[in-house]
């Protein structure tokens, strides 16, 4: 049973119908789902919740299909880590990571978006899907692809880690790089998009896909024993997250799964690319394009098609937003594998660091409850940190040597008298 109306223009509330639109034909607005929030009330229930897999299906009244999911029956759930150790370190009281790191099968939170895209595509009756992608998201479609039998076609900027590359031709796509950044591999796949019909989950399908993002919120509450945490700091690029984040906390409350409770959301972007970050700290809505020079390429958009409604959900939820330098992302990622065991790439690096700016400036307070969303994952990027961890001591199988590296790794002083000796 679907409990979606249709679509909406976000600007000048023009209605469609489910189709694979995206823009309004008025006033070039974006589309929006539309759902009969009094009859889900009706429908849903923390138990009915409680009863389903642990996938992000199990909140199937609020995304937007027709049918059974028929993608992603594996993606969501992700773990909700209470950080003790980071905590200490950061010098807050209750702190929690949102671990998109661990997303199956590619280890993004775009397993989010995409299982419903592509759930949506096979409804549409398309056979082949496609994406502009910044690496994650080319990974995930490739994966949800393979696994659905559609041809996938992935588009990505030049110049991007062999992980992300290598983790989406895997899959067996056709991968496309584009001489340049993302916004050029954006705007020539708006043209192919139309010219080829095919559904381009974040193009075509967008309407749908962004809503798949609110299900990383509606855990976060369900996680926490039905309640909101005060604070929740994300990375922002495209701006899909960030604002279906808040719109996943106004649905649960709407819907009556969790009482009311105010979470202050801020944005997380790299200084290298913080077309976001500037125009909250200008004070303005609009939004300059910036030309991305960062190693968070995952997040490098200088161009952000939803930086409207990032600075709208960070303004109205009372929060806030920071960039952070590249080396304060790297600083950032060893900090969180050497207290949490978590290894994430440049944007959760991003992710953290932020949260940690946010706490040194008296924005996040340090005895309130606070969640890091950790977007990404670190197997996927290592040569940003390659030359930044300690390289493999080499000895020869010999126990002797052994005993002596032991001694100089322990004693540095006993262990150079030793080698001196031998
Ligand atoms: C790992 C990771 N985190 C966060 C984001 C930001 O997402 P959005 O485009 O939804 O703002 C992205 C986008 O590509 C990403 O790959
Ligand atoms: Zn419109």
Redesign the pocket.
């Known amino acids: 049973m679907s409990f979606v109306q249709g679509l909406k223009c976000r600007e000048c509330g023009q209605e469609y119908p489910k189709e694979p639109l995206h823009v309004c034909e008025t006033c070039f607005g974006p589309l929006e789902i539309v759902y009969d929030y009094d009859r889900i009330k009706k429908s849903i229930s923390r138990e009915k919740i409680l009863s389903r897999p642990n996938n992000l299906w199990r909140y199937r009244e609020l995304l937007p299909i027709d049918g059974e999911p028929r993608a992603g029956l594996y993606s969501g759930f992700t773990p909700l880590v209470r950080a003790h150790r980071l905590g200490e370190v950061l010098g807050v009281k209750e702190l929690y990571l949102k671990d998109d790191s661990v997303n199956h099968p590619t280890f993004?939170?775009?397993d989010r978006v995409v299982s419903v895209a592509i759930s949506k595509a096979i409804e549409f009756g398309f056979d082949t899907v496609s994406c502009a992608s910044?690496?994650?998201?080319a990974n995930s479609v490739a994966a949800h692809a393979a696994k659905a039998g559609l041809n996938c076609y992935v588009f990505i900027p030049d110049g991007l880690e062999q992980g992300k590359i290598i983790g989406s031709a895997i899959y067996g796509p056709r991968t496309i790089s584009i001489k340049g950044n993302y916004d050029d591999v954006n705007r020539l796949c708006s043209e192919i998009a139309d010219k080829y019909g095919w559904a381009f989950v974040n193009v075509n399908l967008r309407p749908y896909y962004a809503e798949g993002?609110k299900t990383h919120g509606f855990e976060i509450a369900e996680q926490l024993g039905w309640k909101l945490p005060r604070h929740l700091v994300v990375?922002?690029?495209?701006?899909?997250?960030?604002p279906k984040l808040a719109k996943a906390f106004k649905e649960f409350k709407r819907v009556g799964l969790i009482e009311d409770g105010e979470c202050k959301i801020y944005a997380a972007q790299a200084a290298g690319c913080d077309p976001m970050i500037q125009a909250l700290k200008k004070g303005t809505d609009l939004i300059s394009p910036v030309k991305p020079n960062t190693i968070a390429s995952?997040?490098a958009?200088g161009n952000p098609a939803d930086g409207y409604y990032v600075l709208q959900a960070v303004r109205e939820s009372g929060g806030w937003g920071e960039s952070v330098t590249d080396e304060e992302i790297l600083d950032a990622i060893k900090l969180l594998a050497r207290t949490e065991g978590i290894f994430t790439?440049p944007?959760g690096g991003t992710e953290v660091a932020v949260a940690k700016k946010l706490i040194q400036q008296g924005r996040i307070p340090r005895d309130e409850s606070i969640v890091i969303s950790i977007?990404?994952n670190g197997y996927k990027t290592l040569e940003v940190v390659a030359h930044s961890v300690e390289k493999p001591f080499r000895i020869h199988a010999h126990l002797k040597d052994f005993d002596e590296l032991y001694l100089q790794l322990t004693q540095p002083s006993a262990g150079k008298a030793l080698a001196g000796e031998g």
């Open positions: 993004s939170y775009k910044t690496g994650n998201l993002a990375a922002s690029a495209g701006g899909t997250i960030l995952s997040i958009i790439e944007a977007t990404g």
